[in-house]
């Protein structure tokens, strides 16, 4: 089955520290997308990547870092510079008609 | 600035009755309007979209949604709706020079009593 998976489905963080989260499709999208989705706050997009080796920063990028080295994989970090880093994160690809969302991870620092 | 708005955060409905969700949008052209729905810890599935021609558009679950250019309105409608449909419904704008960048709106959650 074509799709996006997501790793971990939760992730405890103590303050200081980095994470990755993992984002991974076989749908042979070229672009990929992070959001960050806070109660009563919709969607918000921190990178978002449209051909492998690059990437842009979006409205929250702040505190994130990513990489792309291959088509099917978008890491996002969150670094101990995010202030406010607890939230669902959203992995997303697309093709020139439709995003297609990942599972989420729930981040949570404690 | 450029801005999605979904002015209902939540909305109760009874199971059978009729379930309209107003999505209002500022962008200078024509963008593509998208509808999602997302069940609790899950992510989003489409639910249908807009990019050109005719103006009321079909998608899954029994949702249509029509296109007003003069309100810049792009609202989401199930004649009658079924406890299934309780979830979070996100309204999404795609400038059509950004080719797939969303912007998305706050969101309404639906509840659905018996």
């Known amino acids: 089955d074509g799709g996006i998976t997501q790793s971990p489905k939760y992730l405890f963080r103590k303050e200081g520290q980095n994470v990755t989260l993992s984002c991974e499709q076989n749908?042979?999208?070229?672009?990929m997308y992070w959001y960050r989705q806070d109660p009563g706050q919709g969607l918000r997009l921190i990178y978002y990547?449209?051909?492998?080796?690059?990437?842009q920063k979006g409205d929250i990028a702040e505190g994130y870092s990513v990489s792309r080295e291959k088509k099917e994989s978008f890491p996002l970090t969150v670094t101990s510079a995010q202030k406010n880093p607890t939230a669902f994160y959203l992995c997303?690809?697309?093709?020139?008609?439709?995003?297609?969302f990942g599972p989420g991870t729930r981040l949570t620092v404690l | 600035a450029q801005s999605v708005t979904q002015p209902d955060i939540h909305i109760t409905v009874s199971e059978g009755a009729s379930l309209e969700l107003r999505c209002n949008y500022s962008?200078?052209?024509?963008?593509?309007l998208f509808w999602y729905v997302q069940s609790p810890g899950q992510g989003l599935q489409l639910l249908l979209k807009y990019f050109s021609g005719d103006t009321l558009v079909q998608g899954i679950k029994g949702f249509e949604a029509e296109f007003k250019r003069s309100q810049s309105s792009f609202n989401l409608r199930k004649p009658s709706v079924h406890w299934s449909d309780a979830a979070e419904y996100f309204c999404a704008v795609d400038e059509t020079d950004s080719w797939g960048k969303l912007q998305f709106g706050a969101g309404t959650q639906v509840v659905v009593t018996p």
């Open positions: 990547s449209q051909i492998v080796n690059d990437f």
């Open positions: 962008y200078g052209a024509t963008p593509y």
């Open positions: 997303a690809s697309s093709d020139r008609n439709e995003q297609f």
């Open positions: 749908l042979n999208h070229d672009a």
